[in-house]
């Protein structure tokens, strides 16, 4: 029996760790393309363009993270019904959340003016910085129906475990997308134009590419074959899914204010403090995204955990996702000690924007060590669909980032912004950390405990 635990503990570490890297490595080409980006126009010489990117890409990144539950969510519901193994339910995981994805997408370039201008007057940057935020704008809001169900269906085959499909199809368009980018920036001098126009060539082939993917697992037959209208529109199930999201859309919200409120703050404090700050937070967004993958992993675990109704499974995936945010966390800390001006200049070679940035870089040093737990446990959450602890321990956070905000930066300046930020941070772990007794005491009489996988 021992031997068998110890078999047992080694193939499940194994799974774990092979699906946390495939994610990681998947997820982080958003980010890293994200950081190409700022490096492709902070590499030409007004650093304004930095400013019209950074701002641009906030715009997106509020509006699609509002809506990044249909990852999310997609991924808890396919993973619990590829651990019951029913096809039907697989398949209303994917059209359920696709369906509102369209909807959502055509909702936002209908409104694209208002939008736009409400952003402008709330970032309220240099008219230079304005002008290249719109065209960046202007261009990219024509991907949105393409980027949501990019979501959707990144959520469900993420749920079925298929690590290779994940990274074929991240690796696939971002590298394309890089390309575009250095050829219409570098080639054609399109600027920021040119940064726009590759990243939304690029969101709607990862739309095709999604689609061929999962027509390899459920044929057009098959799909709408399985396809229960009633069901989906059933009202008990739609009142379900909608709590559930709706948790995660306040979530969501905590972040987006905090985002915005510190890139704001940072857009009155001048175009160079703007650029160093747009450059660390593109880091920042680097090593959350690490931390993502892990949370991806707990979150496919304890989805398929609860479908397999295994208890043991469940609490496993949540003492591994503890360890790995202490190991991940020191390890990045170390990595960012390490790193150099050499790094800050693959961003931009402003000199003076270097300078600035080695002045906040203690911040991102200490970021990871007080995110972890509140980026990887997360998942475990998300996974079992108990998704109102993560609203509550984000809304505490949020409270205490506004207390820290309005006295910090008073007397610090930029420093009391990331001051702020990290506070932040700590209180979404902390504050998550505290509903893990109660997640595990809910499932301990729900699920079994099997001898067996």
Not at 133 to 156: D, K, S
Request: glycine share 6%.
């Amino acid at each position: 029996m021992k031997k068998k635990n110890i078999n047992l503990e080694s193939y499940r570490n194994w799974e774990y760790l092979k699906l946390a890297l495939g994610f990681t490595l998947s997820t982080l080409t958003t980010p890293l393309l994200n950081s190409v980006d700022t490096a492709v126009v902070g590499n030409l010489p007004n650093p304004v363009f930095i400013g019209g990117v950074t701002l641009g890409g906030t715009i997106f990144n509020t509006i699609y993270w509002l809506f990044g539950f249909l990852r999310v969510s997609t991924s808890g519901y396919s993973a619990k019904a590829f651990g019951e193994k029913d096809k039907s339910e697989e398949i209303t995981a994917l059209v359920r959340p696709a369906i509102i994805s369209v909807l959502i997408g055509m909702f936002f370039i209908l409104f694209q003016k208002v939008i736009l201008w409400g952003f402008s007057n709330f970032f309220d940057a240099e008219k230079e910085i304005t002008k290249y935020l719109e065209i960046y704008f202007n261009i990219l809001i024509w991907g949105a129906p393409f980027v949501l169900l990019n979501y959707t269906f990144l959520g469900w085959i993420m749920g079925r475990k298929e690590i290779k499909k994940c990274l074929i199809l991240q690796l696939l368009t971002n590298v394309t997308n890089i390309m575009l980018d250095l050829y219409f920036v570098k080639v054609l001098k399109m600027d920021v134009a040119g940064v726009a126009i590759a990243t939304l060539v690029s969101q709607v082939l990862t739309t095709i590419l999604s689609i061929l993917i999962i027509l390899r697992t459920f044929s057009v037959k098959e799909i709408f074959g399985n396809v229960d209208l009633k069901k989906i529109l059933e009202k008990s199930e739609i009142k379900k899914v909608g709590a559930v999201n709706f948790n995660l859309v306040i979530r969501t919200l905590c972040l987006l204010v905090t985002t915005n409120l510190f890139l704001e703050k940072a857009a009155h404090s001048g175009k160079i403090v703007l650029a160093a700050n747009s450059i660390l937070f593109q880091i920042q967004y680097l090593i959350a995204y690490i931390f993502d993958g892990f949370a991806n992993a707990s979150s496919v675990f304890s989805g398929i955990a609860i479908g397999e109704k295994n208890f043991s499974k469940l609490k496993w995936t949540l003492k591994k996702s503890i360890n790995s945010s202490i190991v991940i966390s020191i390890l990045l800390s170390i990595v960012m000690i390490i790193f150099d001006e050499s790094f800050l200049m693959f961003y931009t070679k402003n000199i003076e924007v270097i300078e600035i940035t080695n002045q906040y870089k203690i911040w991102i040093i200490i970021f990871p060590l007080v995110v972890s737990f509140g980026l990887v446990v997360y998942g475990n959450f998300t996974g079992a669909m108990e998704t109102k602890y993560i609203k509550k321990s984000m809304l505490q956070a949020l409270i205490v980032f506004l207390i820290f905000y309005f006295l910090a930066t008073e007397i610090y300046q930029n420093h009391g912004l990331w001051l702020s930020f990290l506070a932040f941070s700590l209180s979404r772990s902390v504050f998550l950390m505290r509903y893990v007794k109660r997640f595990l005491k809910k499932y301990e009489n729900l699920l079994i405990v099997p001898e067996h996988l």
